[in-house]
């Protein structure tokens, strides 16, 4: 039989979704893939049933129904702080998954480096290799993640075509002051870079953190590429819709490309979202006012147990340190915490390039009931791994 893809040995399939699988396996109490199990709005749902029974079932326009993108850039103006024009900015895609597949696909070469912060959510790795992209990596350094500058240059030095942006972070929870996004967009305009940024947790930040977009530093909406989605923001990971916003000599290429790679998100999914998107201001601040609750509500939580643990400013991850168990593969560690303490978490390795084994990533995007049901297990964390670990040996 001849050979498979040389540009697919590299990579694993994702260990996030893997973990989900194996998860359900062993019926933990999920806190891997991030997404939650809780409903999204009603008015989504009710339009969605409507929407079912209108003319909505054959293909959209490629880079988006008219309705979404005149919603979406009507949000995203009041967001980003200019006007957007839904018709030459704008290509809706299947999930941030596509935007940044296509971002990535659009402004790279063969052979081009793109920057990537360390830790960063393992997506990148794959789209780097699957572009054909070298992944040049620069350290955040816990506990806040903060950048080294001089080695933000040393890499801009090696003259790549982009830098991709995780902001609110993925795991890390990392919220980018101004101040550090000013460096980044500095270093850029020197070394003539585009800026590829992965938004999808834009409306889940903790107070007294505040997101700022890549895109309306000075100078910087010209070479910066903003993708992110309605995954997290309407709870609709399933819908697959995510977004790229660019100007309109970027976004004629990755039209192009979106086209190619999937003709278009799903009609009637886009047409009953543009409901959520046409949402007052009031939808977001319930949302991360429900966020806070959760995330103090499952921090106290690990605090009682005794667990050392990342503290937020953005998204809903948490990194707990696991290094009093001794496990040399955390990947292990984590089947052993599905099996037999019932809670689904990610290794920590699968997001970081250093050699990391002692951290793993919980989420906590879940009901309150589903968080205390974790917490209940993990309380019994040091007793039933400890007993795998003795009976291994
Ligand atoms: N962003 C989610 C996570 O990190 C998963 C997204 C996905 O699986 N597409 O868990």
């Known amino acids: 039989m001849p050979e498979l893809s040389k540009r697919t040995e590299t990579f694993t399939d994702s260990v996030i979704r893997r973990m989900t699988r194996i998860s359900n396996q062993y019926s933990a109490v999920n806190l891997s893939q991030g997404f939650p199990d809780f409903e999204p709005p009603r008015e989504l749902l009710d339009r969605l049933a409507e929407v079912t029974k209108e003319d909505f079932h054959q293909y959209s326009i490629t880079w988006g129904a008219q309705n979404f993108r005149e919603a979406l850039a009507k949000k995203q103006s009041r967001l980003m702080g200019r006007e957007i024009n839904p018709n030459e900015e704008i290509v809706v895609t299947c999930g941030s998954t596509e935007a940044m597949m296509a971002a990535m696909m659009t402004v790279t070469n063969p052979g081009d480096k ?183 509500l499952f921090l106290k939580g690990l605090d009682t147990i005794g667990i050392a643990h990342t503290v937020p400013q953005g998204a809903y991850y948490v990194l707990l340190d696991i290094s009093e168990f001794g496990y040399e593969s955390d990947l292990e560690f984590c089947e052993v915490l599905a099996k037999d303490v019932g809670v689904g978490a990610v290794p920590g390795s699968s997001f970081f390039r250093e050699n990391v084994n002692h951290l793993i990533r919980l989420h906590f995007a879940k009901k309150n009931e589903t968080l205390n049901e974790a917490l209940n297990r993990l309380e019994h964390i040091r007793t039933k791994i400890q007993k795998h670990s003795s009976l291994s040996f």
């Open 114 to 296: 793109v920057i990537v912060f360390s830790p960063f959510y393992e997506n990148y790795g794959a789209d780097t290799i699957l572009s054909g992209a070298e992944p040049v990596y620069v350290p955040l350094y816990p506990p806040n993640f903060h950048f080294n500058p001089e080695e933000l240059e040393a890499a801009f030095r090696q003259k790549p075509k982009a830098l991709i942006l995780c902001n609110p972070s993925n795991p890390c929870g990392k919220v980018f002051t101004y101040d550090e996004l000013k460096i980044i967009a500095d270093l850029a305009e020197k070394y003539d870079a585009f800026v590829i940024t992965d938004e999808v947790y834009e409306h889940i930040v903790y107070a007294p953190h505040k997101h700022t977009y890549f895109a309306s530093l000075p100078k910087m909406w010209e070479r910066t590429i903003s993708c992110s989605s309605l995954s997290k923001t309407y709870s609709i990971t399933g819908w697959r819709l995510g977004y790229i916003i660019a100007p309109p000599r970027i976004i004629d290429v990755a039209k192009k490309v979106h086209d190619f790679l999937t003709v278009g998100a799903a009609a009637p999914l886009q047409e009953a979202a543009v409901t959520g998107l046409n949402f007052g201001d009031n939808y977001y601040k319930q949302l991360q006012d429900k966020y806070t609750e959760k995330r103090d």
